[in-house]
């Protein structure tokens, strides 16, 4: 299968960005690890900190992938652009967040993109990819 991992603003710092809300690892390493484990998969990955250029991926890839794996960081919470295009394509998307957005500030627990996306899996760390993985893997 062939999935797309993207994620948005911020978090190109995975391991240096708040290491006790985001943990210490870098999102290369963890990626790595992925694609180690799930080796019948081809995982790309896309990052930027520029909603428009994450719409434009979306766009590529979502009519042709498996299924991307979205982690939109604070656009989640401000962007019905996303959630346009999310609906746009035929590609289903699972939104991730690694920390749990509920136990934080009230402006994080709105997502403008949720009613779009397959599912949601919130608060596992980095472990929300590979949970969101495995959904669209099927074990
Ligand atoms: C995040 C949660 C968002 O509220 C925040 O803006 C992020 C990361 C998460 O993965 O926990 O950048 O999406």
């Known amino acids: ?3 797309l991992i993207i994620n948005g603003p911020n978090l190109n710092l995975l391991g240096k960005r708040e290491p006790t809300v985001y943990g210490n690892d870098s999102f ?12 019948q998969c081809e995982i790309a990955y896309y990052q930027s900190n520029v909603e428009g250029e994450l719409i434009n ?3 590529e890839v979502g009519f042709s992938y498996d299924g991307i ?7 989640t919470h401000t962007s019905i652009a996303l959630h346009d295009a999310i609906k746009a394509v035929t590609t289903p998307v699972i ?3 690694i920390s749990n957005v509920h136990a934080r500030e009230s402006f994080r627990h709105v997502s403008m993109i949720s009613a779009a996306c397959k599912g949601i899996v919130i608060g596992f760390g980095l472990e929300s990819y590979r949970l969101a993985l495995e959904s669209f893997i099927g074990k």
């Not at 290369?28 to 080796?39: A, F, M, S, T």
């Open 69 to 75: 794996i979205l982690n939109a960081g604070a656009y």
């Open 28 to 39: 290369e390493d963890y990626l790595k690890q992925l694609r180690e484990k799930y080796p």
């Open 1 to 3: 299968k062939k999935i």
């Open 57 to 59: 991926k979306i766009h």
């Open 95 to 97: 939104e991730v967040h």
